[in-house]
T-cell receptor, first 113, second 113 residues
Framework: AQSVTQLDSHVSVSEGTPVLLRCNYSSSYSPSLFWYVQHPNKGLQLLLKYTSAATLVKGINGFEAEFKKSETSFHLTKPSAHMSDAAEYFCVVSGTNDYKLSFGAGTTVTVRA | DADVTQTPRNRITKTGKRIMLECSQTKGHDRMYWYRQDPGLGLRLIYYSFDVKDINKGEISDGYSVSRQAQAKFSLSLESAIPNQTALYFC????????????FGPGTRLTVL
């Protein structure tokens, strides 16, 4: 079985400050991990993915995430938040049963001017 | 044009009515999925299909049915809608392989009164 826990349901940051969204996963096998973003009234867009290559993964819009097997974590970061980063973010895990993605509950990011 | 489209985008209906949500894709992917999103729960899998003749239940299939009319089309039906089926519904597509991400449609907001 596989699962994802997003440790914060809501994160509020000031524009220009760093953003950290925390994600822990559970998987019996070597997982593939994804971060998706959902802007208001929009579908889900892939930010980045980890598929057992480099542990530090760079994505779109300045986001990156680091896979840490020993900590079973895949935290998402951005050095400087922008107003357009206000959205909901989902951490997702895929195991060897490749039909199934397991989603975290989501983290809502608010960016203050 | 969008790669994954969903119709309708918004629908309000009454308890007991039959509703069909449609999904079409131009990505040429063989795998298609239906999810529902509820606040604080992330996305939960309703049904998935590996090809036209291979359809499988997800974790919350009760009260739903699907039809894969062609590789590019995957419809979700609510035979007799009930209020707790009020949610945001997403269709997604994917190619095989655990490292491959899913591509999402824009979503259908369904309200059952």
């Amino acid at each position: 079985a596989q699962s994802v826990t997003q440790l914060d349901s809501h994160v509020s940051v000031s524009e220009g400050t760093p953003v950290l969204l925390r994600c822990n996963y559970s998987s019996s096998y070597s997982p593939s991990l994804f971060w998706y973003v959902q802007h208001p009234n929009k579908g889900l867009q892939l930010l980045l993915k980890y598929t057992s290559a480099a542990t530090l993964v760079k994505g779109i819009n300045g986001f990156e995430a680091e896979f840490k097997k020993s900590e079973t974590s895949f935290h998402l970061t951005k050095p400087s938040a922008h107003m357009s980063d206000a959205a909901e973010y989902f951490c997702v895990v895929s195991g060897t049963n490749d039909y199934k993605l397991s989603f975290g509950a989501g983290t809502t990011v608010t960016v203050r001017a | 044009d969008a790669d994954v489209t969903q119709t309708p985008r918004n629908r309000i209906t009454k308890t007991g009515k039959r509703i069909m949500l449609e999904c079409s894709q131009t990505k040429g992917h063989d795998r298609m999925y239906w999810y529902r999103q509820d606040p604080g729960l992330g996305l939960r899998l309703i049904y998935y299909s590996f090809d036209v003749k291979d359809i499988n239940k997800g974790e919350i299939s009760d009260g739903y049915s699907v039809s894969r009319q062609a590789q590019a089309k995957f419809s979700l039906s609510l035979e007799s809608a009930i209020p707790n089926q009020t949610a945001l519904y997403f269709c997604a597509t994917r190619t095989s392989g655990s490292g491959n991400e899913q591509f999402f449609g824009p979503g259908t907001r369904l309200t059952v009164l």
